[in-house]
């Protein structure tokens, strides 16, 4: 059996990417919610815009590219914690003069609503906020903590500079959801939102990017390959941090979605619905092994059964899970399975070295060229 991620393997990051980035800029300049002066928000940024804001907020994409290597590959992860980070600085700078609005804007979930009343005192009292996004790294570096308790380091970073006990920052918060919700409507766009979503864009008039996405190398090589292993008797599945329409669509278009087992496609609805069905095992995403465990057992498996597997398989070896993160491998490792690193990530080339340090199973330039690696004429 081989488990495909997604992103990085088939289809490049950078509208996902783009997306985050975007979601940073509107809650920071959203009027609906902070609304700093600065810049001014819309719905309908040029492409030179995208471009620019990209490299801004995550910093050349260094910023990305730390996230990713502590374990981190979730786009909403990304989004909460970017935006969390400028969210702590601006209530370090007001704390002095203005503590009771700190204290009332930490005093339960960070929401909509209290980045909008935050954001008008700001306005009236003409107080400016510069964000510093280069400040991310430097901020978290001597943290050592990785994967989810990353994202839950920040409600120890806003009691070493507020003095302040919280846990707005946890994984799967009041603030982490409004970030999500953000990400969809840049990403699916108003249509898509709607159905996905069952309900209105709190901000209409986005595009989405859904339907602009790219492939990382020819769809009809990649199909010809996919092919190829199904012949030889292998089962192919996907383990994706993307919910099932992002997955779905993007890949039929490509003329690649069939290639799969139905059975073995196991994407971030599934993972959240298991969170909620079993929250004593959240979080469920990746690292945690659990997209891939589901795909190896396939849907029809209980989750409570697929929970509690011992690990590792007894017939790992047999499965090869193909992946561009540290993400993918560390969940790999956890099933005792088989990984291969494909090169077509946020780092391209250059997270060869990582890979081999890490002792990734085999690395590929791009997804076609697994043919090689199971025939077993490259590494």
């Not at 995208?50 to 990713?68: E, G, P």
């Not at 859904?210 to 990382?216: G, K, R, S």
């Amino acid at each position: 059996m081989i488990l495909f991620d997604v992103d990085g393997v088939f289809l490049s990051e950078d509208r996902c990417f783009d997306a985050s980035a975007l979601s940073v800029w509107e809650l920071l300049y959203n009027p609906r919610y902070l609304g700093l002066r600065g810049d001014v928000f819309t719905t309908q940024p040029s492409e030179e815009k995208i471009r620019q804001l990209r490299q801004l907020v995550f910093d050349s994409d260094r910023v990305l590219d730390w996230i990713k290597t502590r374990g981190i590959n979730s786009n909403w992860d990304m989004v909460q914690m970017t935006f969390s980070l400028q969210w702590l600085r601006l209530l370090k700078q007001i704390q002095a003069e203005r503590p009771e609005w700190v204290a009332e804007a930490m005093s339960g979930p960070v929401t909509a609503d209290v980045l909008r009343q935050l954001g008008g005192r700001l306005r009236e009292a003409g107080i400016m906020y510069e964000p510093q996004f280069d400040a991310f790294i430097p901020a978290l570096a001597e943290s050592n903590v990785t994967k989810q308790e990353l994202i839950a380091y920040f409600n120890t970073l806003a009691k070493a500079w507020l003095g302040m006990e919280t846990e707005a920052f946890s994984p799967k918060s009041a603030l982490w959801e409004l970030g999500r919700h953000v990400f969809q409507e840049w990403y699916l766009g108003d249509d898509r939102y709607r159905q996905v979503e069952d309900k209105a864009p709190a901000t209409p008039g986005k595009n989405g990017f859904l339907h602009q996405e790219i492939p990382l190398a020819d769809p009809r090589k990649i199909r010809q390959v996919l092919d190829g292993l199904r012949r030889e008797g292998i089962v192919l599945g996907l383990g994706t941090g993307r919910p099932l329409i992002e997955t779905e669509v993007p890949l039929t278009a490509l003329g690649l979605y069939d290639a799969f087992d139905p059975e073995r496609i196991v994407t971030a609805d599934d993972v959240i619905q298991a969170e909620q069905a079993h929250p004593e095992h959240a979080p469920l995403g990746k690292p945690q092994p659990y997209t891939y465990l589901k795909g190896y057992f396939g849907r029809s498996k209980a989750d409570a059964e697929v929970l509690t597997v011992d690990l590792p398989l007894s017939k790992g070896e047999e499965v090869l899970i193909v992946g561009d993160s540290i993400a993918d491998l560390l969940a790999a490792r956890k099933m005792g399975c088989k990984f291969a690193a494909t090169l077509t990530g946020l780092t391209g080339e250059a997270a060869r070295a990582k890979f081999e340090e890490l002792g990734a199973d085999y690395i590929v330039r791009d997804v076609t060229e697994l043919s090689r690696v199971i025939s077993g004429t490259g590494r």
